[in-house]
């Protein structure tokens, strides 16, 4: 790759963010971080007492955990239980190291797999399920919760193992912890053990804060929110240095939220999950905020929120609670208080409008209500607007909407670091089906082949040019060459039809324009694709079905697609197979319709439905 697109994609980026992370990496070859100076000596338990106040009315608690594992938002029979804390349970035998100073173990080693496997028992979730269990009078669940608690700090002390490599995991931590005391009702009077387990997550946390910020991601904000909560808690039991963690934590708490969120609510990451794992974020932050009656933030920073509530909302269906797999999955989900399934977002939707605009989404009783009743939360009795074509253009989203289907193209407004080549996707949604779908994540450490399949151009619905992505690898999260947008038409609408369209020129000269008509019953997207050298392939991913191709059409008997040339002619088309993933590692087959142009045009694809 040419020293120009490096240097570029580091403007881009950010030179202090740049020299952040370098200076954190020097410091830890050289053995002269501060962060590698801390000690401490593991907690030990008692954790939690029996509550003495019964759960909120209406409360219902989480079965995970309880007789399965749960990883990912799905179950896992094979962990033990408690689990193995450095075992990859996903593939049997293999183990991360347990030894080691976390900063001498590698972030990806091929004989473990994925260490998310590892950190994901420890980040806490089983926590909060046996808190809440215990709330509602299973009182068994609190020698449980200590049992396994001290199990971990035995199994893994401070700050050895692949457990406290990452500041983002400890701070997930702390956030549990702490809601689990919430729900238990012993915050204000904390157990010493779990005081000094909160203590060692944030002397291991602060340190590294500066290089979490220079990730321009959500590790910042969960960074930031731990110290906030974790500080102001540890500032109640008498601790000295509480008090300062605290007001560290809020100060980049709010930069982050100033920084990361834009105007139209658009997440740095361009992600449904991290999207939603930020706002949960600060959902919890300020819950804690309100629970302790400690300073309201800035306005500003309420507005940024408020327009990141809309942003999960108009991704959220209201029938399903499934959301479009757009950008980074890795299964994360945080603060789980009800058992709905890993993608419904319906929760989190309800608990951030509530927070955050004081009104409800969702008017019917469900499990959606389950976090405000957790936290204490009065339903409000306003009720959102209903739900509008629009366009994000900050961000780079257009939203169309016809009854009850809705289409999201994505465009490339790059402010932030790309995680997936995926510039023109098409996601398309009929009565809460996901009819053309996004092909996800599957694993972060997974073959070269595997990953530039799911995050490269080939696992979108859009255009592959030359066999290549549209913007150049230049390692595993980080793509050179960020494209800009072009000729972007906002979403218009007149005479039941709504229209939007965008475009792009990639650093090889070829070029890629989109427009969509969309009204009841039918959809048109128009490709004008130029520039390429050999051949341009139209990728359209489609639900799971029994589709049938014929001429210049696939369907499944209720639904079609037709792809042809702007003159009419017939286009070669090809009905395979491809893979998504829903849920982080696990992935399966999908139909995936593919149309080949030998020649600069134009493709016009019909879809009816």
Known sequence: MSIRTRLGTYRNLGIGNVMRVGLYRVGLRSGRHPVQKVRAVPAHGPFFRVPALAAPTGAEPRQAWNTEPEY????????????????????????????????????????????????????????????????????????????????WTRAVPPYLGANWKCGQEASIRVLHLALAALILGQVKESLPGLTDLIRQHLSRIEPTLGYAIAQQNNHGTSEAASLYIGGSWLALQGDKQGKRWHEQGERQLMERALALIEPDGTFSQYSTTYHRVMLDTYCFAEAWRRHQSLPSWPEAVYERLRQASDWLQQLTDARTGDAPNLGANDGARLIPLSDTDYRDFRPSVQLAQTLFQNRVVYTEQGDWDQPLVWLGLARPETVAPPLASKTLDVGGL???????????????????????ADALHLDLWVGGENLLRDGGTYSYNVSAENAAYFNGTAGHNTIEMDGRDQMPRLGRFLFGDWLKARDVKPVQEERGAVTASAGYRDRWGASHHRQITFEKGRLVCQDRIEGFEERAVLRLRLMPGDWKLEGDTVSDGDRSIRVTHEDGEACPLGLTTGQESRYYLLKAPVPVLEAVLDRPGTLVTEVRF
Request: net charge neutral; glycine share 4%; charged share 25%.
């Open 72 to 151: 990912f938002g799905r179950t896992t029979p094979e962990a033990l239980f408690p689990p193995d804390w450095y075992a990859n349970p996903f593939v049997a035998g293999t183990r991360a190291n347990s030894e080691r100073n976390w900063w001498q173990i590698a972030d990806f080693d091929p004989a473990l797999g994925d260490i998310k496997t590892v950190w994901e028992a420890s980040r806490f979730d089983w926590v909060i399920a046996m808190a809440q269990r215990a709330a509602c009078g299973e009182t068994v669940e609190i020698e449980r919760l200590n049992a396994w608690l001290s199990d």
């Open 398 to 420: 257009h939203i169309l909407r016809v009854e009850n289907s809705c289409a999201y193209l994505r465009y490339p407004r790059y402010r932030f670091r790309p995680a997936q």
